[in-house]
């Protein structure tokens, strides 16, 4: 079956321009999550998706990030007013919350690189 | 504050030994550990879970074992192949309620033929 999908793979921007990346979950997962990872460091934890619940944003590094979930499915994660900072690859994973494994699928990310 | 160290950022070895790789942490307790690999380009792949209550998972070459009073969580590849060359990522998991992992950085593991 299809697995988690990102668009798009690449994503070049100037400093200042906003951007939008996609998530599309493996069907029937109620559970979302955004990390970022940069060159040489680990995931980062941006945000979790869970149901209808209230998003837990606490890994958001600023307010120039936000972040929907349209029908419990597809998820776009926004960037306002891009910084070379935010230069990473941005990952998203899937999972079935209330299996008790917690074991996440994840796409295979966006690079964004702002110039 | 939690911290997550994975041993080495790189760890070469020959084709045929066995690989292992070493995640530790402080300042932690949790209730169960991931493994995963990721390949340049991709995002990581679920390999193993192993909870706080179990000393050792195996899964066809794959062994992960779990030491709770060590902090220390070892990953094992037997008879490694150079196909096994990757970047391994361990993860630490709250337990019940709580959904986040956090991360290790990684061992970048390189089986020379």
């Known amino acids: 079956g299809a697995g988690v999908s990102q668009s798009p793979s690449n994503k070049v921007t100037e400093k200042g321009k906003d951007v939008e990346l996609r998530c599309d979950p493996i069907?029937?997962?109620?559970?979302l999550y955004w990390y970022r990872q940069s060159l040489g460091q680990g995931l980062e934890f941006l945000i979790y998706?869970?149901?209808?619940?209230?998003p837990d944003k606490s890994g958001l590094p600023s307010d120039r990030f936000s972040a929907e979930r349209t029908g419990g499915s597809v998820s776009t994660l926004t960037i306002q007013r891009t910084q070379q900072e935010d230069s990473a690859v941005y990952l998203c994973?899937?999972?079935?919350w209330g299996t008790g494994a917690y074991e996440q699928y994840f796409g295979p990310g966006t690079r964004l690189t702002v110039t | 504050s939690q911290k997550i160290e994975q041993n080495s950022e790189a760890l070469n070895i020959q084709e045929g030994k066995t690989a292992t790789l070493t995640c530790n942490y402080t300042?932690?307790?949790?209730?169960?550990l991931q493994w995963y690999r990721q390949d340049p380009g991709r995002g990581p792949v679920f390999l193993l879970l192993?909870?706080?209550?179990?000393k050792e998972k195996r899964k066809e070459r794959l062994k992960v074992t779990f030491d709770t009073t060590l902090k220390q969580s070892l990953f094992h590849i037997t008879a490694s192949q150079p196909a096994d060359s990757a970047t391994y990522l361990c993860?630490?998991?709250?337990?019940?309620?709580?959904?986040?992992?956090?991360f290790g950085k990684g061992t970048k593991l390189s089986v020379i033929p």
């Open positions: 994973a899937s999972t079935v």
């Open positions: 300042n932690y307790s949790p209730a169960y």
């Open positions: 192993i909870r706080e209550n179990e």
């Open positions: 993860a630490l998991g709250s337990g019940a309620g709580s959904y986040q992992l956090t």
């Open positions: 069907s029937g997962h109620t559970a």
């Open positions: 998706f869970q149901g209808n619940s209230a």
